[in-house]
């Protein structure tokens, strides 16, 4: 089967791959190659570090491929609690700072793999995901991506939007759907489209073999500002979908419901800002609404972090937004 051609796309691996060529890889058009680290509390991918170093390799000699870790999560081993959610982040986060050093620049975010069915219901698996999100962003330093699909997401963690701030990485296998089911997100950061258990969907990638492959919802700039590829590290990743304008005024929104204004409403709700005149009184979501007290929230926002008291949404802006909560 041809490549899509319409995306950006990169593959995730894990041992069962085997020995990977990544510069085979990379000159097939895949752009990033993210890695599972680790699995449960012990666990450690038998190949992480080697493939990680492959594509390091690749990296050095001038190549776009950036890397990425994943941590498959095992609610159904220890609990669905926080103590397990943290436990299961610090094994992560040891392993990845032991083989990847710091993770800040060239590389994608941090991954949690949340797909496995347990005897828990979102009563457990809520605070246990949250637990594993505070180790990793406290030791990390990156926010980090959550990889899910509708069905899981749905019995596991009764379609939370409670982490609709960070990026999904959603996997929906099809090889006619332009667009994955939507889910409690405002939109898909990456689409694994394609894997191993789908053969009729999958291409044979260079250098790998049939394996996961992903779609990026972006353009390679905006590829290269999610995997911080930039050259001078930002704050940690920016969590920008879906994708913002370079530059756009709130004001330029009132009137109607605007999906990029209730964005910003739920990020100025994580740092006290309402819920009275952002969020919808009979859902208890930002309403999406650009009114005077949106408007008097973000001046605010703005101001006490010293950039101009407008309603421009600026790539400063969104940074401040997205980074601030991370110490």
């Not at 950006?8 to 041992?15: E, K, V």
């Amino acid at each position: 089967m041809a490549y899509d051609q319409d995306y950006i796309q990169g593959i995730d691996i894990s041992h069962w791959q085997g020995e990977v060529d990544h510069a085979q890889a990379a000159a097939s058009g895949m752009r990033f190659c993210v890695c599972k680290a680790t699995e449960g509390r012990t666990h450690t991918d038998d190949r992480f570090a080697e493939y990680i170093a492959g594509i390091r390799e690749v990296q050095s000699s001038g190549g776009i491929y950036y890397p990425g870790a994943y941590h498959f999560a095992r609610p159904d081993t220890d609990g669905g609690n926080e103590q397990d959610g943290a436990a299961e982040g610090e094994h992560f986060c040891d392993v990845v700072q032991e083989i990847c050093g710091e993770i800040v620049l060239d590389f994608m975010p941090p991954a949690l793999d949340w797909e496995k069915y347990s005897d828990f219901d979102e009563e457990e698996n809520i605070p246990w995901i949250d637990a594993w999100i505070d180790v990793v962003e406290r030791r990390l330093n990156r926010r980090p991506m959550i990889y899910t699909g509708k069905n899981v997401w749905k019995y596991e963690c009764g379609n939370t939007d409670k982490f609709s701030d960070y990026p999904l990485w959603q996997v929906y296998y099809s090889g006619t759907a332009t667009q994955p089911p939507e889910m409690p997100w405002p939109g898909w950061a990456i689409w694994q489209w394609s894997g191993s258990d789908s053969m009729q969907y999958a291409p044979d990638v260079p250098g790998v073999g049939v394996c996961d492959v992903n779609r990026w919802n972006g353009n390679l700039d905006e590829l290269k500002v999610f995997a911080n590829a930039g050259g001078e590290p930002p704050p940690p990743t920016p969590n920008t979908w879906p994708t913002p304008p370079a530059q756009i005024n709130l004001n330029d929104l009132r009137g109607s419901y605007s999906g990029y204004v209730a964005r910003v409403q739920g990020l100025l709700l994580s740092y006290g800002y309402g819920p009275d005149g952002l969020v919808s009184s009979s859902t208890g979501r930002p309403d999406g609404l650009m009114g005077n007290k949106t408007q008097d929230s973000l001046v605010d926002f703005k101001v006490n972090r010293k950039l101009p008291g407008d309603t421009v949404m600026d790539w400063a802006t969104w940074w401040a937004l997205s980074y601030g909560n991370i110490s």
